[in-house]
Nanobody, 117 residues
Framework: QVQLVESGGGLVQPGGSLRLSCAASRSIFSINTMAWYRQAPGKQRELVAVISSGGSTHYEDSVKGRFTISRDNAKNTVYLQMNSLQPEDTAVYYC???????????WGQGTQVTVSS
């Protein structure tokens, strides 16, 4: 089991940047995947970026080249660096931890990101 706490959301103008953080209550060193999802009003939750325990990454097409996911195992924290933000990036962003030995994955409470002028 793991508890996840996101931070770093806020209001930013188009073209701006934000860095989201996801702090875990235990070591993330061996957790198979850590990921960021987002959910915009009236839309389904979608995968934004994922990073494996080995450091492999995968991004949703619309954020490739703009967002970067990383993990700091020493700090039990996963980050999402978001650059060139656009209004369509507005959503609640959630951190997720999943492991093949777990019956369920774990979610944080979410952090709001609003991109508007």
């Amino acid at each position: 089991q793991v508890q996840l706490v996101e931070s770093g959301g806020g209001l930013v103008q188009p073209g701006g940047s934000l860095r989201l953080s996801c702090a875990a209550s235990r070591s993330i060193f061996s957790i198979n995947t850590m990921a960021w999802y987002r959910q915009a009003p009236g839309k389904q939750r979608e995968l934004v970026a994922v990073i494996s325990s080995g450091g492999s990454t995968h991004y949703e097409d619309s954020v490739k080249g703009r967002f970067t996911i990383s993990r700091d195992n020493a700090k039990n924290t996963v980050y999402l660096q978001m650059n060139s933000l656009q209004p369509e990036d507005t959503a609640v962003y959630y951190c997720n931890a999943a492991d093949k030995t777990w019956p369920l994955s774990y979610w944080g409470q979410g952090t709001q990101v609003t991109v508007s002028s």
